[in-house]
């Protein structure tokens, strides 16, 4: 899943989809959709994993279509964490604890250093 074909250039949803992919050759990339109405109120969350079960048997992610971009990657790397988990059979309920925090820092080292190391727009 290594180096997707994306139609923008440096497209940051790319990198990180490419970063997963190295750290994990072996978990599929989930489907990602933006949906609308996630973050409805400040309590509601901004993207959340649908973990397979009768009704979708895919494990998919969820993000807000009013998040920011900047904010959308975050939160694609955040979801992503927790596909990892749940691939390597780790508690993915476990919310945020020491895997869950190792996880999201490798994919946002490997997202930084593609986003800075090649395809630079200055
Ligand atoms: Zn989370």
Not at 4 to 12: A, G, K, T, V, W
Not at 15 to 31: H, K, M, Q, S, Y
Not at 42 to 53: G, L, M, R, S, V
Request: glycine share 6%.
């Amino acid at each position: 899943m290594a180096n997707r074909i994306s139609p923008i250039e440096n497209d940051p949803f790319s990198l990180v989809a490419d970063a997963f992919g190295e750290l994990w050759p072996n978990t599929p990339f989930p489907r990602v959709e933006f949906v609308e109405g996630l973050h409805i109120d400040d309590d509601a969350p901004w993207a959340e994993t649908h973990i397979p079960d009768d009704d979708f048997p895919d494990i998919r992610i969820s993000i807000d279509v009013e998040a920011t971009v900047r904010g959308a990657v975050e939160l694609l790397a955040h979801e992503l964490a927790h596909v990892a988990m749940y691939h390597l059979g780790l508690d993915h309920e476990e919310n945020h604890g020491p895997f869950w925090q190792e996880f999201f820092e490798a994919i946002n080292q490997a997202y930084k250093a593609k986003a800075e190391g090649g395809n630079g727009t200055n």
